[in-house]
Each structure stands twice: as structure tokens, then as C-alpha cells.
């Protein structure tokens, strides 16, 4: 069926290939991981031509494939190589590396290759990760609610697990190992004690047998005061030796059902969360406390910088610089702190988080957000590409040459534990992410996590073909779609800088005007202050002095409107309504240039997509285009909405030539 649950694992045949055949897969040694490579190249058969050598996969212990002296080395754990040679006097397709799965990856690159289009002349696949963990973070509720989650509930059904393993989990692995994700946190930050709880571990742990052929290693979010509502203590004190002790039975149990558990997440003391402030210990305490639990059996603590309470009602934005800045070097070696791409909140633009290049000594991995919560949800096509690539390229200045990716993948100070987690948004929609391209921004997720470096617009290339054909016909409307599409966001959103303008709660639509609620820095107007004068959270000296986070060049370039990308302005300053773009136009002109922008984007996507209707099956293509004219009813209705409440601010009339709110 066309309904999208085969993601971009789509083997078709394309329509050049004259015959097919039974490839031959030959498996040398048997494991779990080579057997389940080998079945998924089997699949793939479809895409083998009759000029397709047989295949071999095997690892570099293997001694034919030692006797080639491939420089595999360096591919460590996890990089593969694939290219054609000569084994026993016969031409072969030889998929290698140093592990089974690294071979399964080299599996998935062959797949990949075969499903864009290229060719077995001269095929030469080798690749390494950049980055140790690539983990998919589930807000998944036990209660099947997923935090956030617009494609269904939760993939994981706990009332038939253990038991019943639904062939869904195997699918599920397969397309996150086919970009190399190799964990999943199973439960939402906001976590239950009861997931710590003997049948809950049952369950993970029968998810985690599932997972285990495919590289996938489970974790689970940990409840800080999970000692006392399901250990029977008084008290969740870190430093108190019951609690650690505590910690380390239950973390002995979770490795007797599940030796390669990975570890826990923790959020802490924020948005009401337990946790170790809660005993006036720090955030390094409650991480090391657990991080002793879990260090004998090879295990870590990603610890979340996501912290926000009323300590520092004068900007959001810096609290977790201050609380985790001077813990810099005080964190036990297998804790990784997981810091937000941005300070505020997955907003559809923030600038990079001043974490990144100013804790040295400790590893920070990013977390990312694909589940789209202030972006439109599952409707609103965004394509996140470009938006995980702006902040990973970004330049820290804190050292020459280092970039977010830099600080992510350890290179800058030789970590290495190194992660990236994206924030899921895969459901039991039959989809997966309740729309065809927001399959692009879970593949882009996991690929980017593989390499940084790669470019938001390769990525794109790549699933399109996969996800519908390799052909220009369609690959490059849809990724000249997809490319803009994040940015039309921005602009019918949160233009120039603007954030956290969404409604209550929920967060979808336009609600800048919400002043009411019980803290101040829930409300749209604590982020965008606009008066009657100008509009942008000061950040400089005159105001929060946010900017002092960042590196000292950086800081300098930011503390002045002129001297700040454009893109961030009101992030940083506020500045009179009349202030002058680089287009000459005034602020408000400019807002209200891109809100219709935004606008004209959609309706540009919805033309494109008008256009694709014989190259896309129908199922597919009638979601999207429906979708589509959602998102462009809604685009008008954030543009609407915004420009009419900032009139009610500024008292300004729309410049000459806007389009006039309907
Ligand atoms: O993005 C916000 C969400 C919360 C979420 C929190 C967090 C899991 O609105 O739903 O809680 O951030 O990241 O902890």
C-alpha cells in the first residue's frame, strides 16, 4: 500500500532495470546482526540489475577479506566500506568493516546507493560516523500519550509487551538503523517512576531484544525521585549513601534483563521536575550519583541543561548557562550533558546555545527537536535540514574554527563520548510521523547525527529519491520545496528574531497578544516586548546582558543591532519600529514583508506540489496536498493574527503594497 509506512525504505525496482534476479547474498559467519543485513539486502532485490555481482558481507576478521589488506582500521566500531573485488577469482561486491555493525550499515549505504540511482561501476562506499551516540529521545507517556506527539500514540504498546512483539518494532529498527541511529530512550523526560519498576524492565528489555540485531541500544529517562515513590525511601539526596545505593540495585536489576542497556536521561529541576537542587545539591551531584550506578557496566548519564524555573526571572535564556557554567570539569566521565540547540525552547529559529564552547571539559551532545511542537505540528510542511545545519555550522568563537558540529562531534577538545538526540515524532500513525515529509526530518536527523557535515540539501536529494523515485522529475521540485520551507516558517511565524509568539499550552497558532499567565516568562509578550516604541527582547547591557554568554568576539558582534545578523535582530535588541534593515525598509515594513513572504512560499509549495500529481501515487499525494492547503490557510492566519496585533501595538498602518489581512 501506498501509505507510507515503508518510509524511505522503498525497494522498488526502477523502471530502467530489465531483469532481476535472486542476488546472491553470501553471509560469512552467522549473527544475529550479519543475518538481519543480509535479509534486508534481500529485500533490496528489486533493485539489483542482472550486472550485479554477487555480494559478500563480512568483517574485517574474515580471511579472504584479510588477505585484501583493506585499510579498514580506520573505520572503527561502526564505519563500513563497500566496493567491488576479487575473492577466490570472482568478481565481488564485498560490504566490510570491523564489526557485524558496521557491516549493516554498509548493508543500508549499498541500499541507498542502489535506491538514488547510483551505479556498481567503480562503487565505492566508506564511511565513519562523526558522532558516538545517535539516539532518538521518545516523550512517549506509559500511558500510550506521546508529550508532543502528532503522529498517533506511542509506537510501544505496554499492555502486550513483553509478550507480543509487534512486527512494527522490527520495522522501526530498520529504518533507524538504516541511518545509523544506534539508541532510543524509550520514555519521556517527564518520566514515571514506575518505568523503573520490574515490569516495566521487562518490557524494555523485550524491545531491546528486538533492537539489539540493529545496533539499537535502549535507555531510559530516569525519575530523580524515583527512590522514594517506588523504593520506599525518605528521601532522593544524592549524596545521601541509601539513594546511591538505591540507584545501583535497580541499575544492577535493569543489566540482568538487559546487558547493554545504555544508560538514563535525566531532566532535572526544571518545569517542576525532581531533582538534586531539590537536596541543594547540584545538577554535577545528581549526575554523578547515577553515572557511579551505571559506570561497572559500561553505561552513562545524559544529563539535560534544559532547565528553567522562576531563579532568573530576568531571562530565560540564561539559566542554564549559569547553573552549568561553573560545573564545567566536575562531571564524572560517562555523564554527557544534553544542551537544547538553542536557549528558549525549539523555536522555528534560535540562535545556538551558549553552552556549546563554554563548558570544555565537559561532553556536550545537542538535542534537536523533530517533532515539530512550535512549528506547525504534523501539518505545516518544515523541512529541519536546513535549520539542524544553520546550528551546527554555527561559529562558537570561543576557539578558532569551532563550530557547534565541532563541540558535538569532540573533535574540538578529543571527547569521546559524543552524541546527538532528536526529539521523536513517530507514532502508530501508519505514516510513522503523521505526514510523508516529516519522514524527511527523522532521516535527516539520524543522517546528520552520522556526519554533521553532511549539508541539509544532499539529505534532502537523498530521501527524495528514496521516498519517491530517483528521477529530477521529481527530486528536485520536492527538494526545492522542501529547501525554502523551514524559513517560510520563520517568516509567517517568528520573523526577524521573534520567538515563543505561540498559543497557551499546546503551541499551535499565533497568540503573541497572551500577557496573563502565572509566570512571566510563559507569556508571548515576556519574549517579544513590543510598544508602542520598538519590538525584541534587549539583551545586551541596557538589558539582560545575555549576550555576555557568549564568546567575547561574539559577544561584541551581538551587542549591537548593526553588527547581529538580521536573522536574530529581535532575539537580541529592541529597537524602534522605524529601525533600518538591509533592505532599507523599516522594521515593521520588514516584519510585515515577511510574514507575506512566509505567505507566498505556501501557496508557491502548494503550485509545486499541483504540479507532481502524476509522478506521486495518490494516496500520498492527496495527504500532502491537503496538508498543504491547510498550512496555507494557516500561514495566512498567523500573518493575520500577528500583523494585526502588532497594529494594535505600534499604531502603525500597513506599508504601501502589503496585502491586506483578509
Ligand atoms: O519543549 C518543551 C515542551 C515540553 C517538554 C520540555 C522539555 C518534555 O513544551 O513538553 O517536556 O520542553 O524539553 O523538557
Redesign the pocket.
Known sequence: AEDGYDLWLRYHAPATASARGVPTVETRGDTPTLRVAAEELRRGAGLFGTSMPPIVLATASDRDVAALRLPLAALGDEGYRVGQVTIGGRRTLLVTANTDRGVLYGSFALLRHLQTGGSLDRIDLTSTPRVKLRVLNH?DNLDGVV??GYAGVSLWDWWTLPDFRDPRYTDYARANASLGINGTVLN???AKADSLTAPYIAKAAALADVFRPYGIKVYLSARFSAPIEIGGLKTADPLDPQVAAWWKAKTDEIYRSIPDFGGFLV?AN??GQPGPRDYHRSHADGANMLAAAVAPHGGIVMW?A?VYAETDPDDRAKQAYTEFKPLDGTFAKNVIVQV?NGAI??QPREPFHPLFGAMPKTPLMIEF?ITK?YLGFATHLAYLGPMFAETLASETMQKPGETVAKVVDGSVEGHNLTGMAG?ANIGRDRDWAGSTFNQANWYAFGRMAWDPTLGAAPVAREWAAMTFAPSAKIVDPVVAMMMGSREAVVDYMTPLGLSHVMATGH?YGPAPWVSDLKRPEWNPVYYHRADKGGIGFDRTKTGSNAVAQYAPGLARKLAAPATTPERELLWFHHVPWTYRTASGRSVWAEMVHDYDAGVGYVAGMRRQWDGLKTEVDAERWTKTATYLAVQEREARWWRDASLAYWMSVNGLPLPAGAAAPA
Do not use: L, T
Open positions: 516523550w508529550e508532543r519521556n523526560v517527564n531532566k526544571s518545569e539535560r534544559f537544547k525552547d525549539f527537536q511542537e526529539v503551541h
